[in-house]
């Protein structure tokens, strides 16, 4: 399985941007797919995450109310929009594919595919 992530760029503060993450294929058994981001310094941290059997999401506290994740089950896309960017919110984002008992538990280490990584970039 491979995971294309694009739709990163330079914004301001206060702007949006939506992210892409195409799999490749339906065929591994995982069944959450999510983003996390990496600031340069800093560890990857986890972003957000949806099922891709009932549809339910998972935000971190930092992006709650103002990145939304969604999925497209026919097209094996999950998309990520961000609104109200702040400066904070630059890194290069991953899009994700593994498994977890719950969505709070996705973390780095239920992982199975990797995106190649998309810069966001936040200009204050």
């Known amino acids: 399985v491979q995971l294309q992530a694009s739709g990163g760029g330079l914004v301001q503060a206060g702007g949006s941007l939506r992210l892409s993450c195409a799999a490749s294929?339906?065929?591994?058994?995982?069944?959450?797919m999510g983003w996390f981001r990496q600031a340069p310094g800093k560890e990857r941290e986890f972003v957000a995450a949806?099922?891709?059997?009932?549809?339910?999401?998972y935000y971190a506290d930092s992006v709650k109310g103002r990145f939304t994740i969604s999925g497209d089950n026919a097209k094996n896309t999950v998309y990520l929009q961000m609104n109200s960017l702040e400066s904070d919110d630059t890194a290069v984002y991953y899009c994700?594919?593994?498994?977890?008992?719950?969505?709070?538990?996705?973390?780095?280490?239920?992982?199975?595919?990797w995106g190649q990584g998309t810069q966001v970039t936040v200009s204050s």
């Open positions: 294929a339906r065929t591994f058994s995982g069944n959450i």
């Open positions: 949806i099922s891709w059997s009932g549809g339910s999401t």
């Open positions: 994700a594919a593994g498994r977890a008992t719950l969505l709070r538990g996705f973390y780095p280490s239920r992982v199975d595919y």
